[in-house]
């Protein structure tokens, strides 16, 4: 075996199947999006070459784009300082929820495994400013004056996106803490309760340093999912009102089939793709030590 992998022709071989569909399924993609990106294309007819007409567009004078680029901040800043907080309270509280475990895990899991549509459609129901039942609720306990158009106030609707964003991913934050928790030796329990730690202590100088592998991963999917979100948007507000609530994700999906301009869509993607590839290389910085094992 090790005189045949030694051989370069047979690794070429072994290489070269994953290699070209690498190249033609990624790599082709973005250099004609880069190309289609200098044009002022329309998606059919005729087109012509502007240059970096469009870039200088996107980078210099367009405000959606970096409301889109900001919003999408907001929601990692608040998955992140929010969601994987609370996610790790839970996953502990589940993890000694005794012959509960299972219940509790599951309730939890649930937003995750419906329907995005239907989770989205339920949200804008409950939004809304005439029929919702967060607004007949407040009524109900006497604090009417506090009724909002939720989706429909620029100031609010992005937090109340926000807001269903966490509540749909909560389920696999929680999972992957639950996880980490769960390949902990019981062992390392024992000896710190025997060492005189109390509760407080075990988990802070403990169990969080030793689940430290698991937040990277869960940081990294974090940041890869706020950056592509899209589906929930497009469903619950389309980016309205006045563009507060739009993504990445949904104005490109607006720019290049809904308003047809499809050059300056392209060039929108490439400069998504380097967005994506400079959060990339920071997150390799910031966990550019090796993973570690329990």
Known sequence: MHKLLSNRMTIFVLVAPGLLLFLFMVCFPI???????MTDWRGIGDYQFIGLDNYIEILTRDGVFWRSLLNALLLLAATLLIQHPIALLFSIFVTHAGRFEKLFRTVFFIPAVISIVVT???WVSV????YGVLNKLLTAVGLESLKQDWLGDPSLAIWCVIFVIMWQGFGYALLLYYAGLQGIPKDLYEAAELDGAGRMKLYTKVVIPLLTPMVRVAVVIAVTACLKQ??????????????TTQFIGNYLYKTAFSSSLYGYGNAISVIFVIVCLIMTVMMNRVFKKDVGEF
Not at 127 to 130: D, G, I, K, L
Not at 230 to 243: A, D, K, Y
């Open 31 to 37: 250099a004609m999006s880069a190309y289609y990106g």
């Open 120 to 122: 989205s459609k339920m």
């Open 230 to 243: 899209m589906e929930t948007i497009f469903l619950m507000t389309n980016g309205g009102p006045l563009n």
């Open 127 to 130: 939004f809304h400013p005439n």
